[in-house]
């Protein structure tokens, strides 16, 4: 295969997001008005509890078995290698350029959590389709690359709605914290020498409800958390698991599991007998309109993060270097080792796989994230611009080098 038809290829499915995100700017203009911030914000959620759980449960439950999972059990290890190494580059990133306080979250989300789903979809089969593609019979290729990538998806969004989901509730919480802070600064009492007993209170407000003020910020303190008892640090942790474990998405990922390794539970829905299997035609319609919404939501956002966004162009470059530099050349590190030791089945498209997931951009659903907790919007659509632009390129070449690789 070519390096202009590997080029091809590997460009559609990025040029697909970047047309489907220039439309939903376009629906978000003063001119269309059919994506305002209200609506977004309605669709979004609609995406995060009916849309994505949906997706979720619909490949899994009909692509993997529970022999897959085992056969395959080094992919969730691999990627959570991908998260563990992006989030250490996304500190140092973070430590060296110092960004505002709330977008920290988000810089480390964006070099931790790749797009681990459609765009295999995509990318995956199309190889496969192609002309002298380096991975055998083509519809062999295209079945098992399609139960790869959807098993990528599955343990891709399991990650996602955990740990990226905290990185960002935390950086809303920071930004809250930070606003809190800043709107206590502006109502302190006047400390002039010359002011009058009345003035020393903040104006419009009670001497209660100054000292509530007051306590709030001291009751939340890293130190105030500190000094409780350990037990109560592991109960508090293990509930803040069991929350993000609830999310909706997380919810439709382990169904879809429980479904697809189950072999009666699988029967139930899945094939052309099954009982139930309206069921999962229905759960699998919803699921098709996951993408789209996010796609055009991330575009409608792009038209007031250009005009609004703050965040540094260091900070974008530190971002693209990582996901499109560094991390690749670790994967290619990491899958070789697990190769040699053993750890790996000897299919070279498995292998291809692996390696791709250190090499695409950021996961889209950071930004129903950001739009869930109403933190770092402008700057997120910001950053997934450039990465998703860059992709292009970068996709492109690392897949060509990976293919040489493996062949």
Known sequence: MGFWTLFEVASMPILQVLII??????????????????????????VFVVFTPS??????????????????WFM?????????????????????????????????????SGNLGNLLLIVVPAICNEDGSPFGDTTVCTRIGLSYASFSMALGGFYLWTITFHMIRASSLKLRDDEAAEDFSSKQPNKNL????????LKGESEEQVAILVKAPQDTSPKAKGNAPLWRQVVGFLHQILEELMAPPTLGAIFGFTFGAIDWLRNLVIGPGAPLRVVQDSIKLLGDATIPCITLILGANLTQGLRSSTIKPMVIMGVVCVRYIILPVVGIFIVKAAGDLGFLPPDPLFRYVLMVQFTLPPAMNIGTMAQL??????ECSVLFLWTYLAAALALTSWSTVFMWILT
């Open 55 to 72: 997706l979720m449960f619909a490949s899994l439950a009909k692509t993997v078995t529970l022999q897959d999972i085992i056969s395959w």
């Open 21 to 46: 995100s220039l439309l939903g700017a376009f629906m978000a203009t003063d001119y269309c008005k059919l994506l305002p911030v209200d609506i977004r914000r309605s669709l979004n959620r609609i």
């Open 194 to 201: 010359d002011a009058t007993p009345q003035s020393q209170l």
């Open 76 to 112: 969730p290890v691999n990627i959570g290698l991908t998260f563990l190494v992006g989030i250490i580059l996304g500190w140092i990133v973070v430590k060296i350029l110092k960004p505002k306080p709330y977008l920290e979250g988000l810089i480390i989300a964006t070099c931790s």
């Open 373 to 378: 907790f109403d933190v770092g919007q402008d």
